[in-house]
Nanobody
Framework: QVQLVESGGGLVQPGGSLRLSCAAS????????MAWYRQAPGKQRELVAI???????NYADSVKGRFTISRDNAKNTVYLRLNSLKPEDTAVYYC???????????????WGQGTQVTVSS
C-alpha cells in the first residue's frame, strides 16, 4: 500500500506565496518522476511541474518563473513553491508519483488526495 499525502494549501492574496508538500509512504522501492497537477472548477486536470529522480524539471508555460518544484529523495517528498500567485492559479493541486514497490517490478502511478489553493483578495 502506497499513500501520497499533500499539505500546504490555503487562501492567499494575489502576489503571495505558498509551499506545497507531498510525502509518499508505504511499500516503496524506488520513486521515479514526481509531479504536481492542478484542476480548476470546470477545467481538465493539467500538469503544472514535474521532476525526475535525477532532478531534471519541466514546467507548464503558465507557471514558469513563478513556481519551483523540488524533491527530497531521502524523505520521499516533493515540494512545490508557488510565488507571485494569481487568481487563475486557484485550483485543487494534486501530487503524482511514478514508483515501484519492489525490485524488478513495473512502476505504477499514484495520486494524492489534493489540496486546495485559493488566490483571492
Amino acid at each position: 500500500q502506497v499513500q501520497l499525502v499533500e499539505s500546504g494549501g490555503g487562501l492567499v492574496q494575489p502576489g503571495g506565496s505558498l509551499r506545497l508538500s507531498c510525502a509518499a509512504s508505504g511499500r516503496i522501492f524506488s520513486i521515479y518522476a514526481m509531479a504536481w497537477y492542478r484542476q480548476a472548477p470546470g477545467k481538465q486536470r493539467e500538469l503544472v511541474a514535474i521532476i525526475t529522480s535525477g532532478g531534471s524539471t519541466n514546467y507548464a508555460d503558465s507557471v514558469k518563473g513563478r513556481f519551483t518544484i523540488s524533491r527530497d529523495n531521502a524523505k520521499n517528498t516533493v515540494y512545490l513553491r508557488l510565488n507571485s500567485l494569481k487568481p487563475e492559479d486557484t485550483a485543487v493541486y494534486y501530487c503524482n508519483a511514478d514508483l515501484s514497490s519492489a525490485a524488478a517490478t513495473r512502476s505504477k502511478e499514484y495520486w494524492g488526495q489534493g489540496t486546495q489553493v485559493t488566490v483571492s483578495s
